[in-house]
């Protein structure tokens, strides 16, 4: 069978697999619509935050920037990955102890402020808008380039899957689906990645094989090390000492920011107890650690690989892969000295090959000759990382909606059959609007997913943590933390990045920071102005003391406290 | 707040010190502030500063959670404010 059969079958399958889950755990009321009635197993949750976690970007991208980026790439890998630490030490428990449905919910309640929820509200909205359309583009781009259907129609298919087990199962069908998904995306990632270290190393073990001897006994390392220099690149495991500041940022605003989004914290409000919040978190990152200690030898292959396959290689012998890419347009070759030779170097007017950083894991099978079905599978596996990251936040866009503007600020009278059918409506349109934002989507989109992370740092997570560790902080504090944290983070952003109409020139970053690492300080600011200003303003009410107090013990988390509704 | 609350409680913050400077230390520090000096000292064929940023500083994160996941079980118990 052809590749193009494979993926067509291996696609339908995970695809029907989806819809039969989705039919089996129909959501009957709000709170398994909102949290998936509470009742998830911590290691279900765990697979469930993993597929939640891990987007088209994780998938399909960041192999690829490791790749091309060598050891700075760690910046990645550490902060996708870190901040499941902070969340499991210092949010997951206290927040599932709270017990409520969303991050508005706790800010609302914790500052007892109406503005602090709507504050919450429009921040939750906007990252998960933003990183939604991204995903709705993957989708798109995967169906593009295997399915050979237009782009629009893959994003379609898209909306048409997700909108189908969304709608009906809310976060309960969100939850058992993305189980399922993690399962593919975790075999997608992992089956070529062992192969190919069977292939380059002999070992089967990725995670061991980029640091093994490659069959002419010399190190794999070294021998990328010398041709990279060779060809006029740093050695890929070099450090660039003039980035270490902004690498210090960069991975801080990462990790930081995964602990204050708000897909990812609603996903510990599905489990039955405080403790299974904790090993649940525990559980979500050994399942991402898998796909992120994976990518970087995935990296180290391709791009040995690649150098080596195509390197002064006469461009009429190249392999067929190579001209399938060069019809996308993501990967070109020009030759600029007219010896038929394909010259890949460092010096851009020497350079004669241009390969899209987002191609490297769907051609690294090709690349690598290994059987069509994987080809396949690794298709299906990044449509099952874009749709399960997609319906996690489009769930958290219309519980804000139905839940946190609805029922907590304009209509606290609905009843719960009148929210439950809002909570489907409002997930209904989100879905659509995403899905058109994606086949269109505004230029800004690209750049603002990987800003969302500073974003999120500057705004949620100082205002959650406090709430927490400080009984002090009160309602004064936590508000204009988060407002001059996230006015900080957005100008800075705006000024400095020129695909948003800023005017900033590098040179003139703070102290080198660029737009990716500012949320770090921005959070630094949020910290220090919610601590100044609760302390010259009024303590919080005694019960809100009392609310701050309950939530550090676990006992008691199985009946969400009565006395603030 | 009673005093064996408080016990409780400022030892879970002993804990969380305590891991979270770990944390600091095998990424931001092991990672990237020290990487160049770490990467003078091979494990297999790794730099060792690049493993830490690609590899080690991961494996230590998940490690970190279950550490705290057995404490605060433990301590939960001690301190009879466990769930059933």
């Given at each position: ?14 695809f029907f697999i989806y819809i039969v889950i989705a039919i089996l755990s129909r ?129 379609l298919i898209g909306i048409g899957i997700v909108f189908f087990y969304a709608v009906l199962g809310g976060?309960?069908g969100i939850?058992?689906t ?209 749709l399960?990251?997609a319906a996690?936040?489009l ?29 489907r409506?409002?997930i209904a349109?989100?879905v659509v609007?995403?899905g ?130 | ?84």
């Amino acid at each position: 069978m052809s590749a193009q059969t494979w993926t067509y079958l291996l696609v339908g399958v995970t695809f029907f697999i989806y819809i039969v889950i989705a039919i089996l755990s129909r959501a009957g009321s709000t709170k398994e619509f909102y949290v998936a009635g509470g009742g998830i197993n911590p290691i279900a949750n765990g697979m469930a935050t993993a597929a939640d976690w891990m987007s088209a970007a994780s998938f399909l991208s960041m192999a690829g920037l490791i790749a091309f980026m060598g050891y700075s790439g760690g910046q990645y890998l550490m902060g996708w990955t870190g901040g499941y630490v902070l969340l499991a030490l210092l949010l997951a428990p206290y927040l599932r102890k709270f017990g409520k449905f969303t991050v508005p919910d706790f800010i609302g309640e914790r500052y007892y402020s109406k503005n602090a929820r709507l504050v919450a509200l429009i921040c939750a909205l906007f990252v998960s808008f933003t990183y939604v359309v991204g995903q709705m583009k993957g989708v798109g781009v995967a169906f593009a380039r295997f399915l050979n259907v237009p782009f629009d129609t893959g994003v379609l298919i898209g909306i048409g899957i997700v909108f189908f087990y969304a709608v009906l199962g809310g976060m309960k069908g969100i939850t058992y689906t993305q189980v399922a998904q993690f399962c593919v995306l975790l075999f997608a990632f992992t089956v070529p990645a062992i192969f190919i270290s069977l292939q380059m190393t002999g070992n089967p073990i990725p995670q061991v094989g980029f640091g093994s001897k490659g069959t002419d006994g010399v190190y794999l390392l070294e021998k990328l090390n010398q041709i990279s220099v060779d060809l006029g690149f740093d050695a890929y495991t070099s450090i660039n000492k003039g980035n270490l500041v902004n690498m210090f940022f960069i991975t801080a605003a990462l990790m930081f920011g995964t602990a204050g989004l708000p897909h990812v914290i609603v996903r510990f409000f599905t489990v039955p107890r405080v403790k299974d919040a904790r090993i649940s978190a525990g559980w979500a990152l050994l399942f991402i650690a898998i796909v992120y200690t994976t990518a970087p030898a995935v990296a180290v292959f391709a791009r040995t690989n690649l150098i080596n396959t195509l390197s002064e290689t006469p461009y009429s012998d190249v392999p067929e892969w190579f001209t399938n890419w060069e019809n996308t347009g993501l990967l070109t070759f020009e030759d600029k000295n007219n010896d038929g030779k394909i010259q890949y170097v460092a010096e851009a007017n020497l350079n004669e090959l241009t390969v899209d950083r987002d191609i490297i894991v769907l051609a690294n099978p090709e690349i690598a000759n290994l059987p069509p079905w994987v080809i396949g599978l690794v298709v299906a596996g990044g449509l099952a990382a874009a749709l399960s990251t997609a319906a996690g936040l489009l769930l958290v866009i219309s519980t804000s909606i139905s839940h946190d503007l609805l029922k907590n600020y304009l209509r606290p009278n609905i009843s719960e059959k009148g929210e439950l059918y809002a909570a489907r409506v409002a997930i209904a349109v989100a879905v659509v609007a995403a899905g058109l934002a994606g086949m269109n989507p505004p230029g800004f989109v690209a750049q603002v997913v990987a800003l969302a992370f500073g974003l999120a740092a500057s705004s949620f997570f100082p205002a959650i943590i406090l709430g927490i560790f400080d009984k002090r902080m009160n309602r004064e504090g936590a508000i204009s933390g988060m407002i001059i944290g996230i006015v900080f983070t957005t100008s800075y952003i705006l000024y400095f990045k020129p695909q948003l109409g800023g005017s900033g020139l590098p040179e003139d970053f703070w102290w080198g920071i660029s737009p990716e690492g500012i949320g770090t300080l921005g959070m630094f600011i949020n910290f220090i102005v919610a601590i100044s200003v609760s302390r010259f303003t009024a303590s919080p009410p005694k019960e809100v003391q009392e609310l701050t107090e309950r939530i550090r013990t676990p006992r008691g988390s199985e009946t969400p406290d009565a006395t603030l509704h | 707040m009673s005093k064996s609350s408080t016990t409780y409680w400022n030892t879970n913050l002993k804990y969380l010190g305590v891991l979270l400077l770990i944390w600091f230390s095998v990424s931001f520090g092991c990672g990237i502030l020290f990487a160049e000096t770490l990467n003078k000292f091979q494990i297999g064929g790794f730099p060792l500063g690049f493993w830490f940023a690609h590899q080690g500083a991961i494996y230590s994160f998940v490690l970190l959670i279950f550490v705290y996941v057995y404490l605060m079980n433990k301590l939960d118990k001690k301190f009879d404010v466990d769930e059933i």
